[in-house]
């Protein structure tokens, strides 16, 4: 097994990660696997995450691929009975369930006369069954996981961490609904800190800034390869001038879940931006 990066030892601790067939949460359970713990990846679809868990077996961890729908608490908690079975009860839980829907996004980033009654997709166009899709997957996706995993910490303690974002903190055009969805995340980890405070159960969340995944792939780079203007916009808004690598969480992560070296914190939403949050654009 590699050797994690800030030597946090989470042997004998079984860790369950949502969304783990993406590239940031799959990246997470491996790095929660090099740290001992025993990781349950959980997705829509098994491909993936059958994958991912294989390598991480190969590594030398522990791993199982476990198919569920973050929206269907039934089979939450048969995966959560099947996992106390076969791994033993949660400690950690990584809420990385989440996205946007194309339905929710508008063409422009500001409107312009004449763009309500354009063939272009305003503000006045957003379906609302998209908006609700989205509002849905990102707060009710990581409700009901809490709901059913929690429960499983309540004699022992526990950490759970969710997967807010930047736009939370500032809204990016084009995304309201997925904007506001994060910041309701971010507003829920704070209630939740509060809420579990009192049986051990600590709550935090990472806020990634840019990072480069198949989910915003096209809105980054044109099909040649070369970077979209929003790319331009983005790096240009960013001190570092990056994009972030998926490995770089991987502290935040691990510092967050280390009940030694952040015992006395909870309810934090923690930025990983290259100083995206910290410039005024001037």
């Known amino acids: 097994m590699m050797k994690n990066v800030l030597d946090t030892d989470l042997t004998g601790k079984v860790a369950v990660v949502t969304g783990a067939g993406g590239v940031l949460c799959s990246q997470m359970a491996k790095v929660l696997a090099r740290a001992g713990a025993k990781v349950a990846l959980l997705n829509r679809s098994e491909e993936a995450i059958n994958q991912y868990a294989a390598e991480i077996n190969a590594e030398g961890g522990i791993a199982r691929a476990?198919?569920?729908?973050?929206?269907?608490?039934?089979?939450?908690?048969?995966?959560?009975?099947?996992?106390?079975?076969e791994l033993g009860p949660c400690d950690i839980l990584v809420n990385g369930a989440g996205g946007n829907n194309h339905k929710a996004?508008?063409?422009?980033?500001?409107?312009e006369p004449g763009d309500v009654?354009?063939?272009?997709?305003?503000?006045?166009?957003?379906?609302?069954e998209g908006v609700n899709a989205v509002f849905t997957l990102n707060?009710?996706?990581?409700?009901?996981?809490?709901?059913?995993f929690a429960q499983q910490m309540l004699d022992r303690g526990g950490?759970?961490?969710?997967?807010?974002?930047m736009n939370?903190?500032?809204p990016l055009t084009k995304i309201p609904a997925y904007s506001g969805a994060k910041a309701a995340i971010s507003n829920f980890t704070q209630w939740l800190a509060v809420h579990f405070s009192k049986v051990g159960i600590r709550v935090n969340a990472i806020a990634p800034g840019f990072f480069s995944t198949k989910q915003n792939a096209k809105l980054l780079w044109n099909e040649d390869g070369t970077?979209?203007?929003r790319t331009k916009k983005i790096l240009a808004a960013t001190p570092m001038d990056r994009f972030g690598k998926t490995e770089e969480l991987d502290g935040a992560l691990l510092f967050l879940v280390n009940d030694q070296a952040a015992g006395?914190?909870?309810?934090?939403?923690?930025?990983?931006?290259?100083?995206?949050?910290?410039?005024?654009?001037?």
């Open 105 to 111: 996004t508008t063409d422009k980033e500001y409107y």
């Open 66 to 85: 476990y198919k569920a729908n973050v929206l269907d608490r039934a089979a939450l908690e048969a995966v959560a009975a099947q996992i106390l079975e």
């Open 264 to 282: 006395f914190i909870t309810g934090v939403v923690l930025p990983v931006d290259g100083g995206f949050a910290a410039y005024s654009g001037v």
């Open 117 to 128: 009654d354009a063939e272009t997709k305003s503000f006045f166009d957003l379906d609302e």
């Open 159 to 165: 950490n759970i961490i969710n997967i807010s974002s």
């Open 227 to 229: 970077p979209t203007a």
């Open 139 to 148: 707060f009710s996706g990581t409700l009901l996981p809490t709901q059913v």
């Open 168 to 170: 939370a903190f500032t």
